[in-house]
């Protein structure tokens, strides 16, 4: 959420050239991040809960997560130049990227924990806390800073630069980042340190597709802001990447939910693995997202013009718009992938998730290089949803091979079919008229009362 958030503060201050510059900057961020925490935190999940001595999976998993943090640190330093020429960072900025994408690798694990250990609590408020404060710092660095300067000549003129936009992002990034560490630095001082060797080579082995499953994901979630960057010219390349990513932005509604969901239900399906039918539980909680991501889906795309205004203020940003129900589904079809990959978690074949992951990466770039320089950001955009719709097909196919779940298809295929109806009804064809849109958005709210009321009600009675 805090993604939506900052794009007014963004795009208010900065033109969409120089945005596009945050945007590919964030996108190698994502790509690193699934480096330096390599299947880890996935592993800890599986190796935790079946662990007799959970100590040494805690601190092994400590253990690793801090010397690969380390040794990454030693090469960004020795090597700072060619990495700021090979990714094409300014070498103003790149030293901050290092030290972010460190102290957060380092709190990979102590979330982890308190995640497997059912402390949602603790984990919301220290998220909250980054959240407010990187906010509060981009308010004051973009938007107070500026008219404090211009009001004195003493210190606040004296540490404000003009046109440092983003160095002030990275900033208040890191310092967010370095805050939350010290809040989780318990989780690391609180322990006897052990490292087993036998724990970890078994961690690793698991960890190591799940890896290649996250570049993979992370090759559909960010790299057609890299290419687009360099693949169109390079007078318009930063500010069609601008214009794209911001109007992406509006998709974090359906990206909110679904995180949410998984950090959520990721440890359910591994505490229920060993019950009596899981599977029955499993097909139930896919219904119930789907049902819930239609709401989702259908309500952004009716409101994306109220968003818009709210969220991207510039109106240089909105020729992109046309992306948005897109990349709304999309992400709806990478969530219910997410609810459909159960099957190989609980039965250790996370090398299969490694294979879809790595079909819909290829996919992803095929399209992008081949219809980037005739379609620009719409190929991106097309790119995506092809790519999670055939990772969604093929780890149901696999899944009914290895692990049948009862999935009610009927009632997923019809809420599916019917919010991408209306989607395309308001947002194309009565172009994002909300006359047409409300009405649609209601309709489609009774059918879901009509039709899931009593299953609720049963549901929430016998809890």
């Known amino acids: 959420m805090l993604n939506v958030i900052l794009v007014p503060i963004y795009t208010g201050v900065m033109l969409p ?19 330096l925490a390599y299947g880890m935190e996935t592993a800890f999940f599986r ?11 805690v601190s092994t998993s400590l253990l690793s997560i801090l010397g ?52 949602p609590m603790r984990f919301a408020i220290i998220k909250l806390i980054n959240v407010v404060l990187n906010l509060g710092l981009n308010s004051f660095f973009l938007l107070m800073l500026p008219k404090l300067a211009l009001d004195s000549d003493g210190f606040f003129a004296n540490i404000y630069k003009p046109d440092y936009e983003i160095l002030y992002i990275l ?33 690793i082995k698991y960890a190591m597709p799940v890896m290649i499953a996250g570049i993979a994901f992370t090759v559909n979630e960010v790299l057609d802001k890299i290419l687009l960057e360099k693949i169109l010219p390079v007078e318009i390349a930063s500010e069609e990447v601008g214009k794209y990513g911001a109007c992406v932005k509006l998709a974090v509604f359906m990206t909110l939910f679904i995180t949410a969901f998984r950090m959520g239900i990721e440890p359910f399906f591994f505490s229920h693995s060993d019950t009596k039918h899981p599977q029955k539980a499993y097909a139930q909680i896919t219904n119930y997202f789907v049902v819930l991501g239609s709401i989702i889906l259908l309500a952004v795309v009716v409101f994306s013009d109220v968003l818009k205004v709210l969220f991207v203020r510039d109106e240089a940003y909105w020729e992109a718009m046309p992306v948005v129900p897109i990349i709304l589904l999309a992400a709806f079809f990478l969530g219910i992938y997410h609810n459909l990959s159960v099957w190989y978690k609980v039965t250790d074949r996370t090398k299969f998730g490694a294979y879809i992951s790595m079909i819909g990466a290829v996919l992803t770039i095929i399209v992008n290089l081949i219809f980037i320089p005739y379609f620009g950001y719409m190929a991106s955009a097309v790119a995506t949803l092809m790519a999670y719709g055939t990772m969604m097909m093929l780890s149901f196919y696999f899944g009914s091979m290895y692990y049948p779940v009862p999935y009610n ?17 308001s947002f194309y064809i009565f172009d994002r008229n909300l006359f047409v849109g ?23 009675l016998n809890r």
């Open 171 to 203: 900033i208040s990034n890191l310092v967010s980042s370095a805050v939350t560490l010290l809040l989780m630095l318990r989780v690391y001082l609180r322990r006897p340190y052990v490292f087993d060797v036998g724990i970890w080579k078994r961690m």
């Open 409 to 425: 298809f009927r009632k997923i295929i019809f809420y599916l079919g019917i919010s991408i109806l209306f989607s395309i009804l």
């Open 438 to 460: 409300i009405p649609l958005l209601i309709l489609f709210l009774g059918l879901v009362y009509k039709l899931e009321f009593e299953n609720l009600k049963k549901l929430y």
């Open 68 to 119: 690969s943090t380390m040794l990454f640190m030693i090469i960004g330093v020795l090597f700072k130049s060619p990495l700021s020429s090979f990714l094409e960072i300014s070498i103003e900025y790149i030293g901050y990227v290092f030290w972010i994408l460190a102290l957060d690798a380092l709190v990979i694990i102590p979330f982890a924990w308190l995640r497997a250990n059912e402390r």
């Open 47 to 57: 190796f935790y809960k079946d662990s007799e001595n959970k100590k040494k999976v």
């Open 17 to 35: 050239g120089s945005y596009g510059q945050v945007v590919v900057i964030y996108a190698y961020f994502a790509i690193f991040n699934i480096f």
